[in-house]
Each structure stands twice: as structure tokens, then as C-alpha cells.
């Protein structure tokens, strides 16, 4: 093949790779090449899609549904979606301020594009789901990092919200339960930060995907205590419908004429069969499955928890949701990618070094999703203890 | 609910309706009011998933077949994409080329984003799909519209590029067979094209999204003649999968890195179900059904082309592929916008309105899909005929 005059566009240099990723494909070729890989990488629950779930896929094939649904979505998972925060939050809204999306990255990418202009400014946690700096790039949008500290539960002060915020900024985009660092923010927190930002004149985005995953108190949402923000959420996480990529937005209804223009062009609509499928996630039925997995995620977080106390590395602050533990290198010698480096080709054993999160004390921390089988968490526990060790003896 | 301060990003008064989905919008309005509405405004094949990609799908959820795969496509999926293009073009090319993307629409998108820098330019044609200068001016690019009209088979001169390319252009978008017109470039064309754009030192990005339902001739790829061109294809059209949300480019083998990258970020990967099933949709097994849809197709495009004649409107050019027809009104009195909203309301009959593929002469053409029953195409034309001689009566 010649090679092509062509260049990529400069906007490529401020997309990095999400490293997750790359440790995936440096442990895939591990393990074809006979290596037993413990995987604590992939934000993916370790668990298949819910039977229920996969049944009325089945019912939808049979049924050929298989054209285009409307942009914003099919009206019945819509109303499904409005009954589910009825029920499960005592938050009443109207189906019209749903849209579907495929995936939740669509949904951020929509509600960025939608929202805020190029050169203006979108403040975000440092650390944070990675790909956020990235739409925002995307979009000729600047990410501006606040930094997070264990010490103010990971959550931006209000103080440091205003301090961030320019006369460019058209928006904050939080996180309940966040990821990497497991916190949730607290009702009243919500309240704070919504009417902060309306009195900035911005918007509040809270990305939700991972709702439904809290551990040792009830689930909520910002929708609870304000109606103005933009919503994020996802089948992906305590649905676990990670590969059928849907998930959607709750928008105030003065945005939903410009969504459905940007989702038409965007992306026409979310795969029809699992749109299907997601009313049954919703379903009541369905519900004691994904209860009885969210306790197992949350036994499997407290026992990392634990054994993490003997193997040197420090949990910065005890998570509330998720399956991830954000972990400091306390004082080992050694930057959080060279941790992660050896650990991988020493001991097998897949981890996320905080680079992927922001730089924000990133080569400092490193993030374990708490996602494999007991036996594998006790071999990977165990290697970090080792590694850990030949780390402080200088090895 | 409190009326939110916050505004759109201005971007959005770039983002133009796709006046289609609003058609189709008022058309589903009127049928839920119990009137008949013959539809010939979507770009739907008429026909469901053929049988071997549904079974296909069912046997990957029967193997919880459910997470995600790898950013750039299941590798057996890419295989097969990669084995098609031998088989059926002759074209050898590495799996390794291959990406698969949640529709043309990301493939699209992702293309652009990688290529095209923010107060860039890319040329493309007018007319063409409505979405392409969307999503140009998601990312700031300046889309440039070449004016294409019969005559010259509606594809754009080397002349008229060659004009047209500035110091800010980055790249010609075409399309094959082409939305709405039917033009399919010819091989001699698209090599004239590939070196023209070459010589220019930009890229050439080829919409292949309607490839296999070429009439009359074999169907060919740009990929033929050239392999430093972007190929953008979909199983949407040919393959009848349009709810599935699956597609694909092809790119040289110096962009797969960052491609990856961006495709990581902006979607994560394909939905899982879907790319299962396209490698059924590849198979040899699954071509005559395919091949007999073709010809149907091909048979309702002439069906309607020659009842054209006695309405009193024009077939600018008899389309090569796809199953549209591009017409023009002709010495009608009346703006295509107003003839469509006439033909809906008054006849019950939904095509779409110039305006949705450009500016060039747009309101003086509409589209036609010939996807309806062949019943229903004859209502349509009767119809058509009607509205037609009212308005030569000045009604």
C-alpha cells in the first residue's frame, strides 16, 4: 500500500488512548500466549445479561424487529424509563424528557455538542472517566480539571466550582457513583451544586451510570432534588448490558427539539433489539437478579478493601458504589504506569494506572475493578503483595 | 419544571432538521388519526433481517454472547469483512484495515473527527445526505458544497474540485451509489478522483453505504483502484440490518492507530449482537436472498421511473443504485417543500423535499424511496398525478 500524504487532525494530539485499553490488548496476547491474565482492567460487570433480559430479546427477533426506531427512542422503553424513576426514585417526569442513546458515550457526546460551544470551557473532576476530556476535545471544547482529594470525598468544593468557573464555562459535569473513586454524592450535595451552577448560569450534567450500584445505602438521583440538569445513564453497568449499547438521557423539554435534530443526524437511533430488551431490565421481575448481583459487587469491594490493607498500597477512601477501588502507591519507589507495567508481565495480573483518569496525582494511584471470581482476587491480591514488597526492598 | 437560563451551543443553528424524520413524525401523527399514509420518504429497505443473520444473532445470545468486544470489531467479523472484498471485488486487503463502527453514521463521524481539523474544509456534493455537513460542523469544519446536476451524471468534474480546493481543504467526500441521486461513480472516474485528490494531498473519503444494489451493472468498491482512499460502508442498506446499527470503514493501514484510539473513546465498540450476526450477512449462503431483494428493488425503481413520465414531473437521471428517484417538479408553480406538505396532507403520501440534501436547486426536487408495496407505489403515483394537475390548474 502507498502511503497516504495524508495527515490526521491536530485534534488527534489531545486524544489520548484510554489506556485500559492497551493494557486489554497487552494482556489478551499475554494469555495467546498461554499466560493465565487476571483481569481487574475492564469497567465490565463480570456477569452475563440477565436472563429476563435476553428473553425478550429473543421475542423481538422472533417478532422482526429490526427497522429504525424514532431518534429519541421507542416510546415504550421511554415510558418504561419515566415508570422506572416513579418507582425506584419517587422522581415523576414525562417520557418526553427521555432519550434513548446508543450507549451512554453517545448521550455525553450529544449533550456536549448540544450544549456548549467550541472554545468555551466544561469543568470536570481530576480523576475522571477519561473519555469526558476527550468528547469535550472533540467538540473544540476545553476540559478544565478541578482536582479531587480522598479528604473531600472526591466531590469539587463549591468554592473551587466558582474559583474554576470563566466567563467562557457553559458547564459542570459530575459523577454519582464516580468513576475511578467510588463516590457518591449525597442529596443535599446535589441540591448545592445545582443551584450553584444555575446561579452560574451554566448547566449540571451528572453522569449516573453507574446508579443502582451503591453499596450500604439506597440508590438516588440528582433528579430527586432538581429538574434543570442533564442526566447521563446506562443499561451497561447494574443492567449488565454493556455489549448492547444503549443507554439514555433525561434532558429538561426545552432541549429535546435540538436533541432529537442532533440524534437524527448523530446516530439515527440505538440498536432496536436492544432497546427491546432494555424494558425488560427495567422490569420489576428482573430486579431480584440485579440486587443479588449489586451485593455480590459490593462483598467483592469490601473484601479487596480488606485484604488491600496487608499488601502495602492504601485505599484512598473507602468507595460507596461501583466495583472499582481507587488505590494509592502510598510510599512505593515507582510511578503508578511502571507499577502497572510489572505487575501485568510479573505476576499476570491486569490493573489501570490513575493516567487514564487525569493527571491530577495520576502516576500516584491506580484503579482494581473489583469484577473477578474470588480465587482470581485472591491470586491477584496476593501478587500485589509481592510486588509490592520487591518494590519496597528495592527490587 | 423551571425553565432553565442556560441556551444551546450556537452549533446548533447549524444543525438542520433532517426533515425526513419530520415528515415520517407527521406521517405516523396522521396514520394514528386513522388515515392511510403510503410511505416513500425513508431510506428503509422494505424487507426484515434475512433468516441466516437473525438465526445467527439467536445463536449468539444463546452463547451470552453480551459484552463488549474489542474498539476496532470482533476480529471474525473484520475477517469476513476483509474476506468479502476478495471474494466479491477482488480485492485483497488485511483484516487489520478494517473498522467496525455502530453504523455509518460513527464511521462517519469518526472518520472526520480523525482527519479533519476544526477550520478545515471538506468538499463534498450538493446534493448529498443531509447528515454529512452536520456532522462537518459538529467538529468546525466548514462543509463545501460542489453543485451536481444531471448533466454531468450528477457526480462533481475534476475541474470543479480542483476550483473549489482551498489551502483549508482537507478532504472530497463522494458517495457510490449516491444518496438521493442513484449516481454511481465509474471505476475510471474513481481513479481520476483518487489521483486528482492525491495530487492535491488530501484524502478521498468514499461512501460506499448503498454498494450491492447497483443495477444493471456488477457492483464495484473504490478500493479496486486505489487503496490510500477512506471507505465508508454499512450492512444498513444491501444487507437489510438497518435497526442492528452496524457498519464499517476502511482506511490505510497508517490511520488504524488513531482510529482505534478515537473509536475507543467515542463508542467503546459496535454492539456486540449485531456484529455476531453481520458475519452471517457476509456469508455466500445469505446472497441470493439478498441478490432476489436487489433485483426487486431495481424492478420497483423502473416501475416508478416509467409511471413518472404521465405525472408531469421529470427523472433528472436514471439512477445507477439504491432505490431512490431524484425528480424534479419540473414547471410545477409550487416549491418542493410546499408540493411535499401537499402530497402528504392532501394524498396521504410521504416523500421527502430537496432541502434535506443541499441548496443547490433543492426546491425545485424531491425524493422519492421506492421502498412501498407495489399497491401502495400505485396509489402514490395516481396520487402524484393528481397533485400534479391541480397545480398546473393553478390550484
Redesign the interface.
Given at each position: 500500500?502507498?502511503?497516504?500524504?495524508?495527515r490526521?487532525?491536530?485534534?488527534?494530539e489531545g486524544?489520548?488512548?484510554?489506556h485500559v485499553?492497551r493494557i486489554l490488548?497487552r494482556a489478551r496476547a499475554m494469555e495467546a500466549n498461554g499466560r493465565a491474565v487476571v483481569h481487574m482492567e475492564?469497567g465490565?460487570p463480570p456477569f452475563?445479561?440477565p436472563g429476563p433480559v435476553?428473553a425478550q430479546?429473543?421475542r423481538a427477533?422472533d417478532a422482526?424487529?429490526?427497522?429504525?426506531?424514532?431518534?429519541l427512542g421507542l416510546p415504550r422503553l421511554r415510558a418504561a424509563i419515566a415508570d422506572y424513576y416513579q418507582e425506584r426514585f419517587g422522581v415523576r417526569l414525562s417520557s418526553d424528557r427521555i432519550v434513548v442513546t446508543?450507549?451512554s458515550?453517545?448521550g455525553l457526546?450529544l449533550a456536549l455538542?448540544?450544549?456548549?460551544?467550541?472554545g468555551?470551557e466544561l469543568l470536570l473532576t481530576d480523576p475522571g472517566y477519561?473519555?469526558n476530556r476527550?468528547?469535550a476535545r472533540?467538540?473544540?471544547i476545553t476540559p478544565v480539571g478541578l482536582p479531587v482529594s480522598a479528604g473531600n470525598a472526591f466531590l469539587p468544593t463549591l468554592e473551587q466550582i466558582e474559583a474554576a468557573w470563566s466567563p467562557a464555562t457553559?458547564?459542570l459535569l459530575l459523577a454519582s457513583p464516580a468513576n475511578p473513586t467510588g463516590s457518591v454524592i449525597p442529596r443535599e450535595r446535589l441540591r448545592a451544586y445545582a443551584a450553584c451552577i444555575?446561579r452560574l448560569?451554566?448547566?449540571l450534567i451528572v453522569d449516573e451510570i453507574y446508579q443502582g450500584l451503591h453499596h450500604g445505602m439506597s440508590p438516588h438521583s440528582v433528579l430527586e432534588v432538581d429538574?434543570?440538569v442533564v442526566v447521563v445513564n446506562s443499561f451497561s453497568k447494574y443492567f449488565?448490558?454493556?455489549?448492547?449499547?444503549v443507554g439514555w438521557l433525561v434532558l429538561?423539554?426545552?432541549?429535546i427539539e435540538?436533541a432529537?435534530?442532533?440524534a437524527?443526524?448523530?446516530?439515527?437511533?440505538?440498536?432496536?433489539?436492544?432497546q427491546h430488551a432494555a424494558v425488560a431490565a427495567l422490569a420489576p421481575a428482573t430486579r431480584p437478579i440485579l440486587e443479588a448481583r449489586r451485593e455480590a459487587l459490593g462483598k467483592k469491594l469490601r473484601w479487596a478493601e480488606r485484604e488491600l490493607a496487608s499488601t502495602g498500597l492504601e485505599v484512598t477512601r473507602s468507595p460507596d458504589g461501583g466495583f472499582y477501588l481507587y488505590v494509592g502507591l502510598a510510599g512505593l519507589p515507582v510511578t503508578a504506569s511502571e507499577f502497572c507495567r510489572r505487575l501485568l508481565e510479573e505476576e499476570g495480573v491486569a490493573v489501570t494506572p490513575g493516567v487514564d483518569f487525569g493527571v491530577h496525582r495520576a502516576e500516584r494511584h491506580i484503579r482494581l475493578a473489583c469484577v473477578a471470581e474470588d480465587g482470581e482476587m485472591r491470586t491477584a491480591f496476593d501478587a500485589i503483595g509481592r510486588l509490592c514488597a520487591t518494590l519496597l526492598q528495592g527490587g
Amino acid at each position: 500500500m502507498t502511503a497516504s500524504r495524508a495527515r490526521l487532525a491536530s485534534r488527534m494530539e489531545g486524544i489520548a488512548p484510554f489506556h485500559v485499553m492497551r493494557i486489554l490488548a497487552r494482556a489478551r496476547a499475554m494469555e495467546a500466549n498461554g499466560r493465565a491474565v487476571v483481569h481487574m482492567e475492564v469497567g465490565e460487570p463480570p456477569f452475563p445479561t440477565p436472563g429476563p433480559v435476553v428473553a425478550q430479546a429473543r421475542r423481538a427477533l422472533d417478532a422482526g424487529e429490526t427497522f429504525y426506531t424514532p431518534a429519541l427512542g421507542l416510546p415504550r422503553l421511554r415510558a418504561a424509563i419515566a415508570d422506572y424513576y416513579q418507582e425506584r426514585f419517587g422522581v415523576r417526569l414525562s417520557s418526553d424528557r427521555i432519550v434513548v442513546t446508543p450507549g451512554s458515550s453517545a448521550g455525553l457526546q450529544l449533550a456536549l455538542a448540544m450544549l456548549c460551544d467550541a472554545g468555551s470551557e466544561l469543568l470536570l473532576t481530576d480523576p475522571g472517566y477519561p473519555c469526558n476530556r476527550h468528547f469535550a476535545r472533540l467538540y473544540g471544547i476545553t476540559p478544565v480539571g478541578l482536582p479531587v482529594s480522598a479528604g473531600n470525598a472526591f466531590l469539587p468544593t463549591l468554592e473551587q466550582i466558582e474559583a474554576a468557573w470563566s466567563p467562557a464555562t457553559r458547564a459542570l459535569l459530575l459523577a454519582s457513583p464516580a468513576n475511578p473513586t467510588g463516590s457518591v454524592i449525597p442529596r443535599e450535595r446535589l441540591r448545592a451544586y445545582a443551584a450553584c451552577i444555575e446561579r452560574l448560569g451554566g448547566v449540571l450534567i451528572v453522569d449516573e451510570i453507574y446508579q443502582g450500584l451503591h453499596h450500604g445505602m439506597s440508590p438516588h438521583s440528582v433528579l430527586e432534588v432538581d429538574d434543570r440538569v442533564v442526566v447521563v445513564n446506562s443499561f451497561s453497568k447494574y443492567f449488565c448490558m454493556t455489549g448492547w449499547r444503549v443507554g439514555w438521557l433525561v434532558l429538561p423539554e426545552s432541549f429535546i427539539e435540538a436533541a432529537d435534530r442532533l440524534a437524527q443526524n448523530m446516530y439515527l437511533a440505538a440498536p432496536t433489539l436492544a432497546q427491546h430488551a432494555a424494558v425488560a431490565a427495567l422490569a420489576p421481575a428482573t430486579r431480584p437478579i440485579l440486587e443479588a448481583r449489586r451485593e455480590a459487587l459490593g462483598k467483592k469491594l469490601r473484601w479487596a478493601e480488606r485484604e488491600l490493607a496487608s499488601t502495602g498500597l492504601e485505599v484512598t477512601r473507602s468507595p460507596d458504589g461501583g466495583f472499582y477501588l481507587y488505590v494509592g502507591l502510598a510510599g512505593l519507589p515507582v510511578t503508578a504506569s511502571e507499577f502497572c507495567r510489572r505487575l501485568l508481565e510479573e505476576e499476570g495480573v491486569a490493573v489501570t494506572p490513575g493516567v487514564d483518569f487525569g493527571v491530577h496525582r495520576a502516576e500516584r494511584h491506580i484503579r482494581l475493578a473489583c469484577v473477578a471470581e474470588d480465587g482470581e482476587m485472591r491470586t491477584a491480591f496476593d501478587a500485589i503483595g509481592r510486588l509490592c514488597a520487591t518494590l519496597l526492598q528495592g527490587g
